[in-house]
């Protein structure tokens, strides 16, 4: 990275160290919305009765407890299965890049840092918005009178925007390594 010429040597350092921090506390909280999004319960609310749906079951509260319920049948299975892999493989892509990144960071040189964390950012980026693309295709097109999608859902969609960014600032941050 190309600083300007009054910055000393250790200020500079301290820049990208600043800047790899952020970049580490992105990714972390890119991690934390793809979990949140496949494992919690409210891709879809039911406005009646307060029944939240999520990709793998749906919640009752019966007698001051949730009790999960298998998803309707009208559910179309191979869309679901769709749903639920994209998912889960976005989390374990970003999981395997923030363990790549810090791998990075120690052993490849300066111009080959950060490519295969992008790699990794911007496949979990693809899956979790194939997930979220063909849950609000496929699912709850009829129903919109009766409920409204949940947390979850948003959170995915917030999940690829971020994935997307680190993946954009993991490429240009080679870019600017390899200069």
């Avoid at 299975?77 to 639920?84: D, K, M, N, R």
């Avoid at 490849?108 to 609000?136: D, E, H, W």
């Amino acid at each position: 990275m190309n600083f300007p010429p009054q910055l000393s040597l250790y200020q500079s350092t301290v820049i990208m160290l600043i800047l790899l921090a952020a970049i580490f506390v992105l990714h972390i909280a890119c991690i934390i919305i793809l979990l949140t999004a496949t494992i919690d319960n409210a891709w879809w609310v039911i406005s009646a009765g307060n029944m939240p749906t999520d990709i793998w079951a749906r919640w009752v509260f019966v007698n001051n407890s949730w009790h999960s319920i298998d998803l309707p049948s009208t559910y179309p299975e191979s869309y679901l299965q769709a749903v639920q892999a994209s998912s889960v493989l976005a989390c374990i892509f970003s999981i395997i890049g923030i363990f790549v990144f810090v791998a990075q960071l120690f052993t490849l040189p300066k111009g080959q840092r950060f490519l295969v964390s992008g790699v990794f950012q911007f496949l979990a980026c693809l899956c979790i918005m194939i997930a979220a693309s063909i849950y609000t295709d496929r699912f709850h097109t009829n129903e919109q009178s009766l409920g409204s999608y949940g947390h979850c859902f948003i959170l995915a969609w917030i999940a690829f925007a971020l994935t997307f960014l680190s993946s954009i600032i993991y490429f240009v941050l080679r870019k600017k390594t390899a200069e």
